[in-house]
């Protein structure tokens, strides 16, 4: 018997791979296009590293007119979750992140690899035919008196060399025991040497060494599927990536991966290795984990109402060193006008910082006009959070004119970083919320008799909604100035003995009245959305409550 004679009793249906690499030809794309894929497994919720992945490899893709695709990795069926392909697909839409090629899109698959295993065996039965792979009988009891006899003589552990019990088994016997019903699984026969070291350029690391493999792995398992060693080789020479861009856990597996690409023929793919998005924790740092950080799990983004823009301009900051500064210098474009350089990612993980990426969100919502805040809400509370929703659609009119308070101009607010702050932040601005008022904090000015006096002579004498923004700030001083308040903060700040206050507390009087906040966006404009009816109404409100001593 010969190694063919083996390959076609192991694999009788396998096709020729001569009919896999004509039936995936070379792509069509201009010269220096890079292919970039996202190859997750279907294991639950996508975590916030693997979107980070996604967006650095559709950028590099993207601004080379290359082709960016997924690719579903569920070899490994015990851990797969029910819908776990359409979590990922439905993530990466989100974030606007959707791959050029898919599950049931694109010329290069199946994308998913449980659907290619005839694929896998094709190539695995080209290895046996070659003499570079092998069946091995061996059971777990054999494997783990292996491992112990290695750790009593102080040997690697692993199947290599004099342990592999199964790599020069004669081939008759071999194929007796196939024959006979035994249960095996197919390994690499490794030409590795590990006393020899091979160099290798990773695209972020710069160069690495590393022995040679010389370990005996599992390429095809006792299912008939393929691991993931094997599995992303073949696939990512038929499906033509160039570009590899993964965790930098994998850069250990890089001399096996190489070795796997020259054993089948292939030219290997370029590797990047981004080090993962880390967390600080007791004055260390750890990976930013699912089971224990929220924020680890994309649709945290999505609950918190935290815009995919945001999420995207922060994952930017902290892959490429440049990308802050491009951004200031380029406030009105697109992330898609940014040249993303891999070389310019650190090589040690950065740190994950909420309050930057909220400080971040509160710029690109300040960019977004009314119309743009109040589609994005309605979205989020309808999901989220139904008392926002009814209390924005309700009328959309007014709404509309609340999100356009301080909006649209040179130096728009920034006090929104996601939806689900919106509704304490607007509250005020709605009857019924209003109502639900009971306690009103004044700051300096808040002796009742002094409220009373300051809120009967403006809603009496100087309150007109028709005025204008400087008319009205004109009024406000003169009634600061009636009350014996200055006009200016900088005269009471000269000389504060001649003044109860200045035209600021007596605004802020007004202010925690119409709002019952001491903190709003501009007076003005809040009273002008308000309407006449309701700020009289309002004050009007308050003086009763004074004159029942409350």
């Avoid at 899109?105 to 449980?114: A, C, F, M, T």
């Avoid at 033509?240 to 793919?269: M, N």
């Amino acid at each position: 018997m010969d190694n063919k004679e083996l390959a076609n009793l192991i694999f009788p249906d396998a096709k020729e791979i001569s009919y896999y690499e004509e039936k995936y030809p070379e792509r069509n794309l201009k010269e220096g296009a890079i292919v970039t894929r996202y190859a997750p497994s279907p294991t639950g919720c996508v975590h916030i590293g693997g979107l980070y992945q996604s967006l650095v490899a559709k950028k590099m893709a993207g601004q080379t007119e290359g082709i960016f695709f997924v690719r579903i990795e569920d070899t490994d069926q015990k851990r797969e979750v029910e819908n776990g392909v359409n979590q990922i697909l439905n993530a990466l839409e989100d974030y606007d992140l959707s791959p050029d090629e898919t599950v049931n899109k694109g010329n290069y698959g199946p994308y998913i690899q449980s659907q290619r295993k005839e694929i896998y065996q094709s190539y695995a039965k080209y290895l046996i035919e070659k003499g570079m792979a092998y069946p091995c009988f061996c059971s777990q009891e054999t494997l783990a008196k292996i491992r112990e006899d290695q750790e009593k003589a102080k040997e690697r552990t692993g199947y290599y060399g004099k342990w592999t019990k199964c790599r020069n088994m004669p081939l008759e016997m071999a194929a007796e025991k196939i024959k006979n019903g035994e249960s095996y699984i197919i390994r690499l026969k490794s030409p590795g040497n590990p006393d020899k070291k091979i160099k290798h350029k990773d695209v972020i690391k710069g160069n690495i060494e590393f022995p040679e493999n010389d370990q005996d792995v599992i390429i095809i398992k006792s299912d008939g599927l393929p691991t993931y060693h094997f599995a992303h080789a073949v696939d990512d020479h038929l499906m033509h990536t160039t570009l590899v861009i993964r965790g930098d856990e994998w850069v250990a597996s890089v001399p096996l991966h190489l070795q796997l690409f020259y054993c089948l023929g292939f030219k290997a793919p370029k590797y990047a290795h981004i080090a993962p998005i880390m967390k600080e924790e007791n004055g260390g740092k750890r990976k930013l984990s699912k089971r224990k950080d929220p924020e680890a799990d994309v649709n945290y983004y999505k609950e918190e109402g935290i815009p995919r823009e945001a999420v995207t301009e922060y994952l930017m900051n902290i892959a490429n060193s440049n990308f802050e500064g491009w951004r200031k210098g380029n406030k009105d474009k697109s992330v898609s006008e940014f040249k993303f350089e891999l070389n310019k990612m650190g090589v040690s993980g950065a740190l994950f910082d909420m309050i930057k990426l909220l400080d971040v969100s509160k710029t690109v919502i300040s960019t977004y006009s009314a119309e743009d805040i109040y589609n994005s809400v309605e979205k989020w509370s309808k999901e989220y959070d139904k008392e926002l929703y009814e209390l924005i659609t309700k009328d959309k009119e007014y709404s509309l004119k609340v999100f356009g308070i301080e909006r649209e101009n040179a130096k728009p607010r920034k006090d929104i970083s996601k939806w689900s702050e919106v509704k304490n932040s607007i509250n005020y601005m709605f009857e019924n919320e209003f109502e639900k008022v009971t306690e009103f904090e004044y700051q300096k000015i808040n002796e009742p008799e002094e409220i009373k006096k300051i809120l009967t002579e403006y809603v009496e004498n100087y309150f007109d909604i028709n005025d204008d923004k400087q008319t009205w700030f004109d009024r406000m001083k003169d009634l600061a100035e009636k009350l014996g308040y200055a006009r200016e903060v900088k005269e009471y700040k000269a000389n504060p003995e001649l003044y109860k206050g200045h035209v600021g507390d007596i605004s802020t009087v007004i202010r925690i009245t119409l709002t019952g906040r001491a903190n709003t966006p501009d007076l003005y404009e809040i009273m002008q959305v308000l309407g006449k009816e309701v700020v009289e109404e309002r004050i009007k409100r308050k003086l009763l409550k004074s004159d029942h001593g409350e």
